[in-house]
């Protein structure tokens, strides 16, 4: 069974930082593609960054390129989110998901993954 768990959400001031850390069992983690994804109250869910299964190639959405940063550990099975210079408009909940093979120009679209986590809240605020 396919499980993918977000942890290290909460409550943090505008400026900080936070690390979001998603642990997948249950697939070969190393040959997937691996995404974050967010969504806010009344918002459509984006894509925020995506990491090819080798960890080489990366995406990000405008919206965070420079602050956040996403990274693998294929021997751990664990997908990261560094989140820098947060701000009030990054708050939602964050969700990682996995799919075998993304196309390159898709992998911000939330569509072409098949397994998603059940999100970790992330809200700043002062």
């Known amino acids: 069974e396919v499980q993918l768990v977000e942890s290290g959400g909460g409550l943090v001031q505008p400026g900080g930082s936070l690390r979001l850390s998603c642990a997948a069992s249950?697939?070969?983690?190393?040959?997937?593609?691996m995404g974050w994804f967010r969504q806010a109250p009344g918002k459509e869910r984006e894509g925020v960054a995506a990491i090819y299964f080798d960890g080489a190639n990366t995406r990000y959405d405008d919206s965070v390129k420079g602050r956040f940063t996403i990274s693998r550990d294929n021997a751990k099975n664990t997908l990261y989110l560094q989140m820098n210079s947060l701000k009030p408009e990054d708050t939602a909940m964050y969700y990682c998901?996995?799919?075998?093979?993304?196309?390159?120009?898709?992998?911000?679209?939330?569509?072409?993954?098949?397994?998603w986590g059940q999100g970790t809240q992330v809200t700043v605020s002062s």
């Open positions: 249950g697939f070969t983690f190393s040959t997937y593609c």
């Open positions: 998901a996995a799919n075998f093979f993304v196309d390159r120009g898709k992998r911000l679209w939330g569509t072409e993954y098949s397994y």
